[in-house]
T-cell receptor, first 111, second 115 residues
């Protein structure tokens, strides 16, 4: 099974609200990354958090990592209609290149 | 170009035909990945190239799939004797440096449809 599993599978919110997406994984990781994908496009890297970090911010994005629970969350504050996309977490192990992607959360922000 | 370029953007072909998908990575990026994405799903790893090292082909689903990377730059993914289950979006990504510590930069993919 895939390393990363996102929750929820789909999320619909109003513009201005916050959106929280969660990711769980199974094995020890070196880092965890979040990506965004607009319909019909490739993935865009949002943020990378290393296993020794607990929280990271980038603009309206806040990512947390709890290695004891093998979970991460992505918070998008003050959401905008343009945030509508699919969001994927991806985990990278130690000593390797392979990044394993989850199935994604589809976020819909209503204007 | 500034980003990862993939061609063609769309490909429709008949079952049993061979197809070639091309990826031009970002200049200077030593790592190149191929993924497959079925409708509404996550990414399935196919193959990885890093510099002059032997590629990791562990994700290729069958011996009908092969890939090469010439001169450490352009890569071609070939699917022989295509089957309907090969229909998907094939995404290419490149990154600078080794390991999984670098962000991957994606192309917009090739949407492959097998009739």
């Amino acid at each position: 099974s895939q390393q990363g599993e996102e929750d929820p599978q789909a999320l619909s919110i109003q513009e201005g609200e916050n959106a929280t997406m969660n990711c769980s994984y199974k094995t020890s990781i070196n880092n965890l990354q979040w990506y965004r994908q607009n319909s019909g496009r490739g993935l865009v890297h949002l943020i990378l958090i290393r296993s020794n970090e607990r929280e990271k911010h980038s603009g309206r994005l806040r990512v947390t990592l709890d290695t004891s629970k093998k979970s991460s969350s992505l918070l998008i504050t003050a959401s905008r209609a343009a945030d509508t996309a699919s969001y994927f977490c991806a985990t990278a192990g130690w000593g390797g290149f392979k990044t394993i992607f989850g199935a994604g959360t589809r976020l819909f922000v209503k204007a | 170009g500034a980003g990862v370029s993939q061609s063609p953007s769309n490909k429709v072909t008949e079952k049993g035909k061979d197809v070639e998908l091309r990826c031009d990575p970002i200049s200077g990026h030593t790592a190149l990945y191929w993924y497959r994405q079925s409708l509404g799903q996550g990414l399935e790893f196919l193959i990885y190239f890093q510099g002059n090292s032997a590629p990791d082909k562990s994700g290729l689903p069958s011996d009908r799939f092969s890939a090469e990377r010439t001169g450490g730059s352009v890569s071609t993914l070939t699917i022989q004797r295509t089957q309907q289950e090969d229909s998907a979006v094939y995404l290419c990504a490149s990154s600078f440096g080794t390991g999984g510590n670098q962000p991957q930069h994606f192309g917009d993919g090739t949407r492959l449809s097998i009739l």
